[in-house]
T-cell receptor, first 118, second 117 residues
């Protein structure tokens, strides 16, 4: 079974600064997807960024980028120029890429609560 | 395109009752998954449906069940409610798998907040 670990329950960042959230995972699969989801106080789960394991290039989406280290099974999220609206819970998640028993589900980490200080 | 919709958004029930939650996926999406979110356990997978068939089930008791209709809409049912069933129930939809490969992203609805008294 796959596991996802987020070792930072809470983090804070000054507005306009950069912050990095950590995530490690454990899997025996070689083909999978990794995600960062954001959950603001409204509770709506919003996709921030995704990474396919076979792609060596790190994904970027505007101010959000990842550092994907497949051998180390590490998938960190960097938020640049932090804004007040970035304050939320951030969840790292894993999903297999190949159909099969147990493959459809997302496995989530416990989350990191990010506060943005004005 | 409209996003994933869930009804009702809030629900209050008492122990022993049963409840049915509904999820309408994004148009064109045929796979629907359900998750339970609690402060203690975090996000846990309940089950996943594709083409009206349950493809995957998490580690939950038989009181939790679901189904999917031909239009891809899904419902989940919880019978004999317990206090511990109080949670945010999230539904997510994604495209159908192609050539044995899963689509990359699940899109979430706003959730149904269930409170059991």
């Amino acid at each position: 079974a796959q596991t996802v670990t987020q070792s930072q329950p809470e983090m804070s960042v000054q507005e306009a600064e950069t912050v990095t959230l950590s995530c490690t995972y454990d899997t025996s699969e070689s083909d999978y997807y990794l995600f960062w989801y954001k959950q603001p106080p409204s509770r709506q789960m919003i996709l921030v960024i995704r990474q396919e394991a076979y792609k060596q290039q790190n994904a970027t989406e505007n101010r959000f980028s990842v550092n994907f280290q497949k051998a180390a099974k590490s998938f960190s999220l960097k938020i640049s120029d932090s804004q007040l609206g970035d304050a939320a819970m951030y969840f790292c998640a894993y999903r297999s890429a190949i159909t099969g028993a147990g493959s459809y589900q997302l496995t989530f980490g416990k989350g990191t609560k990010l506060s943005v200080i004005p | 395109k409209a996003g994933v919709t869930q009804t009702p958004r809030y629900l209050i029930k008492t122990r022993g009752q049963q409840v049915t939650l509904s999820c309408s996926p994004i148009s064109g999406h045929r796979s629907v998954s359900w998750y339970q979110q609690t402060p203690g356990q975090g996000l846990q997978f309940l089950f996943e449906y594709f083409s009206e068939t349950q493809r995957n089930k998490g580690n939950f008791p038989g009181r939790f069940s679901g189904r999917q209709f031909s239009n891809s809409r899904s419902e989940m049912n919880v019978s004999t409610l317990e206090l511990g069933d109080s949670a945010l129930y999230l539904c997510a939809s994604s495209l159908a798998p192609t050539s044995g490969r899963l689509p990359d992203t699940q899109y979430f609805g706003p959730g149904t907040r269930l409170t059991v008294l």
